[in-house]
């Protein structure tokens, strides 16, 4: 099975809002961190967000109050809750799972378990 399946991206207009879910397919791949990335069309992989294990939540500065990253009642879901969207955050959303040490949150090479991603489409 998928060790993270990513779901909930779809196409919207700019001001809008989605709510992508990761789900994992045992909750220990994220004992330590969970995080959300997103890939724009000719760009890198860009770390958007992440939970650690212990509570601990991060964001890029630059979604800082727009993107809201929280745990599921059950364990093993993530969520990513995106406000006031703008064409500039169109781009594929992946959530990346670690379940050993993740230094930096945001380096894509830090985790080991990846989703093949969600398409999110933001029109102007």
């Known amino acids: 099975a998928q060790p993270l399946v990513e779901s909930g991206g779809g196409s919207v207009q700019a001001g809008g809002s989605l709510r992508l879910s990761c789900k994992m397919s045992?909750?220990?791949?994220?004992?330590?961190?969970l995080g959300w990335f997103r890939q724009a069309p000719g760009k890198g992989r860009e770390g958007v967000a992440a939970?650690?294990?212990?509570?601990?939540?991060y964001y890029a500065d630059s979604l800082k109050g727009r993107f809201t990253i929280s745990r599921g009642n059950a364990k093993n879901t993530v969520y990513l809750q995106m406000n006031s969207l703008t064409p500039e955050d169109t781009a594929m959303y992946y959530c990346?799972?670690?379940?050993?040490?993740?230094?930096?949150?945001?380096?894509?090479?830090?985790?080991?378990?990846w989703g093949q991603g969600t398409q999110v489409t933001v029109s102007s």
């Open positions: 990346a799972a670690e379940r050993l040490y993740v230094r930096t949150w945001y380096e894509p090479d830090a985790y080991r378990y």
């Open positions: 045992k909750w220990g791949y994220a004992r330590r961190c």
């Open positions: 939970i650690y294990g212990g509570g601990e939540i």
